[in-house]
């Protein structure tokens, strides 16, 4: 059976928790991710994802101009936003153990942490597809 460590994206594009929510959306942006986790001191504390910066941000009925929405979001830190107790799986579990667990929580993704709760990779349904799609090649 395959693991989690075999197939997660390894040394995850990482921010940290006092950044701005304006540097998570460039940095997301930049590399062309849906999710960071977050650090502070170098140590794994959270996880913010496009859609939480989005349900944060002011919709387009607010009274706030652009300008004032920027302002806002380049003074409220990541730490204000970020899911402090993500879901996370180990590296040695299998990759059908991570599946259940992104179908069972509705996820798009699970941080990956070894023993001592350390970050070590990410797990997303892109690297879950990847496998799949690896798995029927060999199948033929």
């Not at 960071?36 to 941000?57: C, H, N, S, W």
């Not at 300008?67 to 879901?87: A, F, G, I, Q």
């Not at 929580?105 to 879950?128: A, P, Q, R, T």
Request: hydrophobic residues 40%; charged residues 25%.
């Amino acid at each position: 059976m395959s693991t989690v460590s075999q197939w997660m994206t390894k040394n995850p594009i990482t921010i940290d928790q006092d950044a701005s929510i304006i540097e998570a959306i460039h940095l997301m942006k930049e590399k062309g991710i849906r999710r960071l986790p977050v650090m502070a001191k170098g140590q794994f504390t959270g996880l913010v994802t496009e859609r939480m910066i989005k349900d944060y941000t002011p919709g387009k009925a607010t009274s706030l101009d652009t300008w004032e929405v920027h302002y806002l979001l380049s003074k409220t830190p990541v730490k204000d936003v970020m899911n402090p107790s993500p879901r996370t799986i180990t590296p040695d579990e299998d990759l059908a153990t991570a599946a259940q667990a992104i179908l069972d929580h509705k996820l798009y993704g699970l941080c990956v942490v070894d023993g001592k709760g350390e970050l070590v990779g990410i797990m997303s349904v892109g690297d879950m597809l990847r496998a799949v799609v690896e798995f029927a090649k060999n199948k033929k």
